[in-house]
């Protein structure tokens, strides 16, 4: 089983920039996303990368502002977020789906099987 920990939440101002940071173990061989909660909406997915290598998926309310980079060598994915909007506060979970062969990785939150305890980003206005 997986285990990931969360890092690197916090309160920024509109506009501003916040990195966080998921540590996945084991690392290699997983889809690892980046996925948000606020209170009272359903769990989205904003992020995703096959630690293999591959290509990135990211949801449209975020293109652009947020990326996703892997340090492989600290078993480590980060989600750089640039100009945060109030709407962008929730806790960020990095989650990690098994996946033995490189491909796409889904953004469905339900298809996810090991979670991290969230981290807090607050933006306000």
């Known amino acids: 089983q997986v285990q990931l920990v969360e890092s690197g939440g916090g309160s920024v101002q509109a506009g501003g920039s916040l990195r966080v940071s998921c540590v996945a173990s084991?690392?290699?061989?997983?889809?690892i996303g980046w996925f948000r909660q606020a209170p009272g909406k359903r769990r989205e997915g904003i992020a995703t990368l096959y630690t293999g290598g591959g290509p990135t998926t990211y949801a449209s309310s975020v293109r652009g502002r947020f990326s996703i980079s892997p340090e492989k060598t600290k078993n480590t994915l980060y989600l750089e977020m640039n100009d945060l909007y109030p709407d962008d506060t929730a806790v960020y979970y990095c989650?990690?789906?098994?996946?033995?062969?490189?491909?796409?990785?889904?953004?469905?939150?339900?298809?996810?099987?090991?979670w991290g305890q969230g981290t807090q980003v607050t933006v306000s206005s």
């Open positions: 989650a990690a789906l098994w996946r033995p062969y490189q491909g796409s990785c889904t953004l469905l939150p339900s298809r996810y099987e090991a």
């Open positions: 084991p690392y290699a061989n997983h889809c």
